[in-house]
C-alpha cells in the first residue's frame, strides 16, 4: 500500500470547522438554533428570491454539509459503492489537487500521458512535483495512453503517482477492468494510481460490479458534470479505502461543495430515470456524429465518453480548421500539447448535428 506525506501521518491537521451538519450527526438530534458560525442568516435575500425564487434562497444561508452525506447516500444506495469509501468534492478537479496535496510531496515524481487531460499536469507543477509525460500508443484506430510504459516509468523514476484517464480525454479511448488492475500490480508498491473516470458513466458497463470496487493502492475520481449536466455547480465524488480518503480529509477545503450544489445534486441523483435517459441520448448522438464523420474519411477515434475524437492527416490542418471554426463562433477543442496537435474534438451535443454546423470541418475533410 502506498503511504503518506510525513507531515500527514499520525494525528491532525484536524478541520476546525466541520460544520453544524456533522456536528448534529455526532450528537445525534437537531440543533434548532444556530447563533455561533457567523453566516448572514436572517439576511432577507430580496433580491436574490426576486431572482431565482425562494427555494433558491433556502439554501445559500448556512454553510454546507462538510461530509456531504445526502450525495453520498444516494451513491451508495444506487451503486452499491460503500458509503465510507467515497468523498464529496468541488468536481474531478478538485479530487486532483486534492489527491496531490493529500499523497504528494514538493519535488517527488508523478506520471502522465502527454497530451491527456491536462489539468493534472498544470495542478501537480503547481504542487512542486516534477511531471514525466509519456507519449500515446498511436496506431491505426488507437490513440491510448500507454500502460505498460506508464508502469515503466513509474519504476524508472521512483514515481509518487501516476494518472490515468480511463475513458480517456482527448482520445475518448478505453482500457478494460483488466488492464487497469494490470496497471495497478505493475506499479511500485509506494507509487498511487489517481484513475480519473470523469466520464465513468458513459461506458455501457458503468453498473458493473468493477465501477464499486475500492481497489488498493487507487484513487477514482468521478463527476456529476458530465452525465448529470451539473459542471457549473461543482460536484464530483473519489472513490478509494477509508484510510485514504482520511486524509484526503485533513487537507480538503472543507466548504468547497456549496448547499446549494449539494441540494441541486440530491435532486438529480433522485431522478436517475432522467439521468439515464441522458446518457442513452448522448451515447447515439455521439455514435451518429462519429458515423457521419467516419463516413466524410475522417479517422474517428472509438469513444466510451461523451464526445467524438478525430485525427487529421496533419497539425497543420487541425489548427487551422479549429481556428477558422472559432472565428465563425464554433468551438471545438483541440489539445494545447503539441503531441496531440493533429487531434480534434467534438462533444456530442445536438447542437453538433445541426446541419451544416461543422461544415468547416467537413470540407476540409472531403478535401483531404
Ligand atoms: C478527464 C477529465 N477529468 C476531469 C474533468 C473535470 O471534471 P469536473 O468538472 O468534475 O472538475 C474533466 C472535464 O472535462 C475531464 O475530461
Known sequence: ?????????????????P??????????REIPHQLGSNEGLDMPH????????????????????????????????????????????????????LALRAVTGRDEVVVSTAGTYPTFAYFARGHGCRVEELPYDEGPGRLAPDLEALARAAHEHEARLVYLANPDNPSGNLHDDADVLALREALPETCWLLLDEAYHDFREDADAAYGRRV??????????????GLAGLRVGYAIADPETLAVMMKVRIHYAVSTLSQAAAEVVLDHPDEVAAHVAEVRRRRD?????????????????????????????????????????????????????????RITAVSDALVPGRLEILEQALVRG
Open 1 to 17: 500500500m502506498p503511504t503518506f506525506p510525513n507531515h500527514l501521518r499520525g494525528e491532525g491537521p484536524t478541520n476546525p470547522f
Open 215 to 228: 481497489l488498493p493502492g487507487v484513487i477514482r475520481l468521478r463527476t456529476l458534470s458530465k452525465a448529470h
Open 46 to 97: 430580496r433580491a436574490l428570491r426576486e431572482h431565482f425564487g425562494d427555494a433558491m434562497a433556502a439554501h445559500v444561508y448556512s454553510y454546507g454539509d462538510a461530509e456531504a452525506l445526502g450525495i453520498r447516500r444516494r451513491l451508495a444506495d444506487q451503486q452499491g459503492i460503500p458509503l465510507d469509501a467515497m468523498l464529496v468534492d468541488a468536481g474531478a478537479d478538485s479530487l486532483i489537487a
Open 19 to 28: 460544520g453544524v451538519r456533522v456536528l448534529e450527526r455526532r450528537l445525534g
Open 288 to 344: 451518429r456524429l462519429a458515423a457521419r464523420l467516419g463516413e466524410l474519411g475522417a479517422d474517428v477515434l472509438p469513444s466510451a465518453t461523451n464526445f467524438v475524437g478525430l485525427r487529421l492527416p496533419s497539425a497543420e490542418l487541425a489548427e487551422r480548421v479549429h481556428r477558422e471554426m472559432l472565428a465563425a463562433g464554433k468551438l471545438i477543442a483541440r489539445p494545447a500539447d503539441p503531441a496531440l496537435g493533429h487531434v480534434l
